[in-house]
T-cell receptor, first 115, second 112 residues
Framework: AQSVTQLGSHVSVSEGALVLLRCNYS??????LFWYVQYPNQGLQLLLK??????LVKGINGFEAEFKKSETSFHLTKPSAHMSDAAEYFC?????????????FGKGTKLSVKP | NAGVTQTPKFQVLKTGQSMTLQCAQD?????MSWYRQDPGMGLRLIHY???????DQGEVPNGYNVSRSTTEDFPLRLLSAAPSQTSVYFC???????????FGNGTRLTVT
């Protein structure tokens, strides 16, 4: 069965610093992978998705993620953090054991940005 | 563009009470799902539907019922609320299998 592990439940960076949020997945077949962002008291919004077209995926708000099959990773990065990036970030993989492809979510990483 | 609309935003129940969380989408998506979000647990799938008249259980279905009589609506029923069901509930929809989910803004439920 597919699974997702997000390393670090809290990450704190300074404004202007690199953001790196780690995600490792477990899947026996090429997966569909997603990153979502959740701002306080809101639902989740799609940041980006990997569907095997390209290993480097660009998303909204300057975020990108690189699919590395050899490391079973899909880490999220942003070169320069803004205060507005403070939120919780979730990595997710499609459950390919069902034809519906329901998403399996990681436990989330809360990003804090210091001025 | 309304997207996915959930009502109510907040609800407090006593143990044993029942209620229905409403979810409606206006994007003509076939797939709809309910998740619960608990601190440190991420989102866990409760029930899902791949079209009107078709529902199935997710990871944590006990204590919840769903039905899908129309493409637009996917209500979640709590039959007899328990404190363990205190959580934030999210409804989501997507166009097809493996396509991105569109989420509502959630219902924060407290069971005392």
């Amino acid at each position: 069965a597919q699974s997702v592990t997000q390393l670090g439940s809290h990450v704190s960076v300074s404004e202007g610093a690199l953001v790196l949020l780690r995600c490792n997945y477990s899947s026996s077949v090429p997966p569909y992978l997603f990153w979502y962002v959740q701002y306080p008291n809101q639902g989740l919004q799609l940041l980006l998705k990997y569907t095997s077209a390209a290993t480097l995926v660009k998303g909204i708000n300057g975020f990108e993620a690189e699919f590395k099959k050899s490391e079973t990773s899909f880490h999220l990065t942003k070169p320069s953090a803004h205060m507005s990036d403070a939120a919780e970030y979730f990595c997710a993989v499609s459950d390919l054991s069902t034809s519906q492809g329901n998403l399996i979510f990681g436990k989330g990483t809360k990003l804090s940005v210091k001025p | 563009n309304a997207g996915v609309t959930q009502t109510p935003k907040f609800q407090v129940l006593k143990t044993g009470q029942s209620m229905t969380l409403q979810c409606a989408q206006d994007m003509n998506h076939e797939y709809m799902s309910w998740y619960r979000q608990d601190p440190g647990m991420g989102l866990r799938l409760i029930h899902y539907s791949v079209g009107a008249g078709i529902t199935d259980q997710g990871e944590v279905p006990n204590g919840y019922n769903v039905s899908r009589s129309t493409t637009e609506d996917f209500p979640l029923r709590l039959l007899s609320a328990a404190p363990s069901q205190t959580s934030v509930y999210f409804c989501a929809s997507n166009l097809q299998a493996n396509s991105p989910l569109h989420f509502g803004n959630g219902t924060r439920l407290t069971v005392t």
